[in-house]
């Protein structure tokens, strides 16, 4: 099987090494969705563009990982006296790859697409502090933002800087319709030199020498593997975890944290028989519908204690996963977690159990007290197989100090639906942490209800200090919202963290000095010197 495998790929044209001298190649799960940074939902998109178009700052993990901007296309900044009106100086040597200077009608431009309610940009929440913005020169302009907030100039900096003399053309009503791998023309390190839809795509560096980056394309994580051990290509970031433990030589391990968490979502309401969807009564259903397990904090922490989770990550992963205090580290390194993960300690949680009347049926071996079982399932989307063994290891572990967990899986579209409208007693959520971090979208009871958030846990007891947080400029006030934020999260415990994962990624030496980060598993490629 496999070596029939490898005879079939060495025959597609997309995968033979037929210049190993002048390319680097590339596996990525899927092709890209769209050559439009604006019209792309996709990771795959997103690195690509990373590759064809600037932004107004590199963006770089900086001292604990939080993000550092480092000058572009800008290249001098300053604020005024408010903090609200920001001055920006361009680069007057950047150019697009057809040679037109690279201006601020470009940047006003790129501004005006980010913020159009035409343009189905997924990341548009991130200029809505920006007021406007007014062009000075053709290397200088404005932008004025509404409130004062610590993350205005890494939001600003949020999108790509896209051409207006090549993407005016077209309507932005138009432009799910447009191949834009035609005559498409960017700013970044590389520029388009072919594209086969779900075969290959080819860049070439643009005003340095190097080898073009070819990336080719499987969603299957075993053979992104195949191809990586088989020469056919030189890089992957989606390898199966296991397969990290023994890479054969010369493959180069390169494992980087993607910031992406699981965690166990409690219920607090019981909404069987509700159809929830006004936030403003959330916590008057809260009071009359409480949920007869999870309503409880005192029961979700008595649960944590029962989950031997260090265990369960290495059992599944090694040393590819870790398990976090807190959801919100990432771009807040200035703040030190002041909490630690709960421990393994079954006697306690069976202690608490005890105290709110749970003891076991011999006739059953399940615990129960007057409400009833303590029985319980646990909601999860289809289509992996680690939240399975996850989840299967828990059940084991929880049976036998008298808790019955069931597990429910469910199509993704069914298990969201359910999950707004907090029709499950706990759910399964993984959840990939941004540069810059919205708790509120976790943890305020305003992103509790409906498609707007992700808060499932209906927590609502922080809802003052993530107020507070959200528009806090100084690292002072900042450290204090995140303290009260973390006490609040470490007795309440509204969710159950489970894991963090590292990124499995691997290379060829040709890439051997690549340093992925979470915020581009390319990063710095461009300055990589190859040797034939």
């Not at 009106?85 to 690279?102: E, F, M, V």
């Not at 166990?264 to 007869?292: A, G």
């Not at 646990?378 to 063994?389: A, K, Y």
Request: glycine share 4%.
């Amino acid at each position: 099987m496999r070596f029939a495998l490898f005879m079939l790929l060495t025959l597609l044209p997309s995968c033979t090494r037929t210049d190993p001298d002048r390319t680097v190649r590339i596996g990525l799960m899927r092709d890209v969705d769209s050559l439009n940074p604006y019209t792309s939902t996709s990771v795959e998109g997103e690195i690509v563009a990373g590759l064809l178009f600037p932004r107004l700052f590199e963006e770089q993990p900086g001292q604990g990982n939080a993000p550092e901007l480092r000058p572009f296309l800008v290249t001098v900044y300053h604020w005024d006296d408010t903090q609200k009106i920001l001055t920006l100086d361009l680069d007057p040597t950047r150019q697009w790859h057809d040679g037109n200077p690279i201006t601020s009608k470009d940047v006003s431009y790129s501004l005006k697409v980010q913020m159009s309610p035409e343009v189905p940009w997924i990341s548009a929440d991130t200029k809505a502090n920006i007021a406007d913005w007014q062009i000075i020169d053709p290397q200088h302009l404005t932008v004025r933002f509404h409130r004062a907030k610590r993350t205005n100039l890494l939001d600003l900096n949020e999108g790509f800087m896209i051409p207006e003399h090549v993407f005016s053309v077209h309507p932005f009503g138009n432009w799910l319709e447009v191949n834009w791998a035609q005559h498409l023309v960017g700013g970044g390190p590389y520029q388009l030199k072919g594209y086969e839809p779900n075969q290959f795509l080819r860049v070439t560096p643009y005003g340095f020498s190097g080898p073009d980056l070819v990336f080719t394309f499987a969603r299957d994580r075993e053979t992104q593997y195949m191809w990586l051990e088989s020469g056919l290509i030189d890089y992957s970031w989606s390898l199966p975890p296991h397969r990290m433990q023994t890479l054969p030589p010369p493959l180069v391990p390169k494992p980087f944290p993607n910031h992406q968490f699981a965690y166990l979502v409690w219920n607090p309401i019981d909404s069987s028989d509700l159809d929830i969807k006004d936030q403003s009564s959330l916590n008057e259903h809260l009071k009359s519908h409480p949920h007869r397990l999870f309503s409880d904090p005192q029961i979700r922490v008595a649960i944590e204690f029962l989950l031997a989770r260090d265990a369960y990550i290495q059992q599944l992963w090694g040393n590819l996963a870790q398990l976090p205090a807190t959801p919100w580290s990432v771009g807040m390194s200035f703040h030190k977690t002041a909490i630690l993960p709960r421990n393994h300690d079954p006697n306690k949680g069976i202690r608490m159990l005890e105290t709110k009347g749970y003891l076991v049926n011999p006739e059953t071996g399940i615990r129960e007290n007057l409400s009833g079982p303590l029985v319980f399932s646990v909601l999860c989307n289809t289509g992996s197989q680690i939240r399975e063994d996850y989840l299967s290891l828990i059940q084991r572990d929880l049976r036998q100090y008298g808790v019955r967990m069931d597990i429910e899986l469910v199509e993704p579209s069914l298990y969201w639906s359910r999950c707004a409208a907090k029709q499950f007693d706990a759910a399964f959520v993984m959840f990939r942490r941004e540069n810059r971090p919205d708790l509120a979208e976790l943890f305020h009871s305003r992103h509790a209800l409906g498609d707007d958030g992700f808060n499932y846990s209906s927590w609502s007891s922080a809802d003052p200090w993530l107020d507070r947080l959200e528009w806090a400029t100084d690292e002072a006030e900042l450290d204090t919202c995140l303290e009260h934020i973390e006490s609040l999260f470490y007795e309440e415990a509204p969710v159950t963290l489970l894991y963090e994962t590292l990124q499995a990624a691997a290379t060829s030496p040709l890439l051997e000095a690549l340093k992925p980060n979470y915020l581009d598993p390319l990063s710095g490629i461009e300055n990589i010197e190859f040797i034939p």
